[in-house]
């Protein structure tokens, strides 16, 4: 079967402690709830309503110190915030990751996804600095990784004044901030960057092309299906969506190099859109002499362990991020 066969099998079932929940959440978000504009705006509007957490939250009774930074954006462009949340504990310079938030490059910010990032590093004494970039359709491809590059330089260069080992800066993100990350780790090697010492990339989002199998297996199911993924994808490169021109910078699966990339760690569900695109990135990166984690849940849809926490899929997955982080950091 290739990329773009239109007959894949019928969809891998859903994990049974997982599917009742989809059931309920598909009643106030469908699958194909971001492939109308209209509807990514009213989710917009939303977002104030539900109450992101505030700064204490991420404090976490005083674990962390939490700021928020202006630093100067890309050039030309608006200066961009950063939260930082740095160990109150720590007595040396601390490993780090630089975060980008999910949301299909049309909804969030930079609170959004903070508080399971600092769940996941609560016992590695890790700082979580996490970026503000400008969405889509307003400011299209290179505007949001411009943004989140601009920041990791910035991150970088401040290493010392923010207790920071420039050297043990970590990129990652879920679903858009995933595929974000994925793209910093090909900036940063390419424009001789920030040497990042990993990339943890949580269901990415990586190709615009949206013609896998579990894409079309997926269409119509789950969190986050082919419509939805065409309308991020669309908001992000508008009619460049699909054509032979798209960067690698905006959808990593399209680099021709996938060499020289810190270590990755990948994971995805084995019932959503984004698996064969995943699963295919971390082939090439080991086809190309480098390191990968890869992990399918089987049964997962797309963020399931967000949305469902307390399945023990879910628990299992995020133990295994954390695995991976405590053995990247004691190397």
């Known amino acids: 079967m290739t990329a773009t066969d239109p007959r894949p099998g019928p969809p891998p079932p859903f994990d049974p402690e997982l599917a009742p929940a989809l059931r309920v959440i598909n009643e106030f978000l ?4 971001f492939g109308d504009a209209g509807a990514v705006a009213m989710m917009r ?10 700064n204490e939250t991420f ?12 630093v100067p954006g890309p050039a030309g462009a608006p200066d961009i915030s950063l939260l930082i949340c740095r160990p109150a504990a720590a007595l040396d310079p601390t490993p780090a990751i630089y ?24 016992e590695l004494e890790t700082a979580v600095v996490s970026v503000e970039y400008r969405l889509a359709p307003e400011t299209p491809h290179p505007g949001p990784v411009e943004d989140c590059y601009a920041g990791l330089v910035w991150t970088a260069e401040h290493a010392a004044e923010l207790g920071i080992d420039p050297e043990r800066i970590i990129v990652g993100g879920a679903s858009a901030g995933g595929g974000l990350a994925a793209a910093l780790a090909l900036l940063a090697r390419d424009r001789g ?3 990042l010492f990993g990339q943890l990339l949580m269901c990415p989002m990586l190709d615009d092309r949206n013609d896998t199998p579990s894409a079309r297996q997926m269409a119509g199911l789950g969190v986050w299906d082919r419509s939805s993924n065409a309308g991020g994808w669309s908001a992000l490169l508008g009619d460049a969506r699909g054509t032979d021109g798209v960067s690698p910078y905006a959808a990593p699966a399209r680099a021709a190099d996938l060499s020289g990339l810190p270590p990755a760690y990948i994971d995805v ?24 984690e890869l992990h399918v849940w089987p049964g997962g849809f797309h ?9 023990v899929i879910s628990q299992d997955a995020r133990a295994a991020r ?5 053995r990247l950091l004691a190397a």
Request: glycine content about 16%; charged content about 20%.
């Open 193 to 195: 960057g920030p040497a």
């Open 303 to 311: 963020g399931f362990d967000l949305m469902v926490p307390q399945a």
């Open 269 to 292: 569900g084995s019932a959503e859109t984004f698996r064969d695109e995943d699963t295919a990135y971390a082939g090439r990166i080991w086809q190309a002499g480098g390191q990968a």
């Open 59 to 70: 404090a976490r009774g005083g674990a962390f110190e939490v700021e928020e930074r202006t």
């Open 99 to 122: 975060h980008m938030h999910g949301g299909g490059m049309v909804v969030g910010d930079n609170r959004t996804g903070l508080s399971e990032i600092l769940d996941l590093v609560k």
């Open 322 to 326: 954390t695995r991976w982080l405590r």
């Open 30 to 33: 469908a699958p194909g709830a």
């Open 45 to 54: 509007q939303a977002v104030p309503n539900a109450g992101q957490p505030a």
